[in-house]
């Protein structure tokens, strides 16, 4: 699925390469069509934002929001485990997945983050695509609404995956999520002390979480629910 592909490129660094090919990937986006017409007006902001902003400034702004702001992080597991060794067997796990289905991450990234996690997806079959993006849908959901908070264009790729996946999300997890430090990127104390928090917990004892909305399946199982729906029966249809 090219248009995964496309927003994963949508979530990166912004570079000169990809503000190159900012009318490559609105082409993508709309010849596909498979991300619902309201959902690609809005990644035309987006879009539009690359393609004529200064790279500076465009570098700047993701690096405040997505590298400084924890609550705002692309590792989705960060969401869950924080710097915890269950995360990196998490990680582990998830990058097991990925070669298990002949898929080798060049980029030099932890396997949760969701660019990369979006370009394995886009080497799926549609069925399997979707269901690998419904993992993370309670995540996506709570980025998407501190995204919106901000008035960020970026909000647009969220949403977009939210509405390609059309998971059923967990209000209980949406809450836990919800919860968690958000502070502005100038509030450097706050910064400092959301960095300095535990992991949330999620499972038995602790406050209960979901990635996908189809099964509600805790964040910190997603890689063992990624291996499932990656069985020939395991496709969700849209």
């Known amino acids: 699925m090219k248009s995964l592909r496309a927003l994963a490129a949508l979530l990166t660094y912004p570079t000169a390469e990809l503000v190159a090919a900012a009318g490559e990937i609105r082409d993508v986006l709309d010849s596909e069509a498979v991300v619902p017409r309201a959902a690609r007006a809005a990644l035309h902001r987006l879009i539009d934002d690359l393609a004529t902003g200064d790279l500076y400034d465009l570098q700047e702004r993701y690096g405040l929001l997505f590298d400084r702001t924890r609550s705002l992080s692309l590792h989705l597991f960060e969401h869950v485990h924080g710097e915890s060794r269950d995360r990196g067997q998490a990680m582990v796990d998830l990058l097991k997945l990925y070669e298990e289905n002949g898929y080798t991450p060049t980029a030099r990234e932890l396997p949760d983050y969701l660019p990369l996690f979006l370009e394995y997806a886009s080497t799926r079959e549609p069925r399997a695509a979707l269901e690998l993006v419904r993992q993370p849908a309670n995540v996506l959901a709570a980025l998407r609404e501190r995204l919106a908070k901000r008035d960020s264009p970026y909000e647009a790729v969220m949403a977009a995956l939210l509405a390609l996946s059309r998971a059923k999300l967990d209000a209980a997890t949406l809450e836990t999520l919800r919860a968690e430090p958000d502070p ?45 729906a990656m069985q020939p029966s395991g496709g969700v249809a849209p």
Do not use: H, I, K
């Open 184 to 228: 502005e990127p100038d509030d450097l104390e706050a910064l400092d002390a959301a960095w300095a928090d535990q992991e949330v917990t999620f499972g038995p004892g602790g406050a209960a979480g979901a990635a996908g909305g189809s099964a509600g399946c805790p964040v910190d199982r997603m890689a063992d629910r990624l291996r499932t």
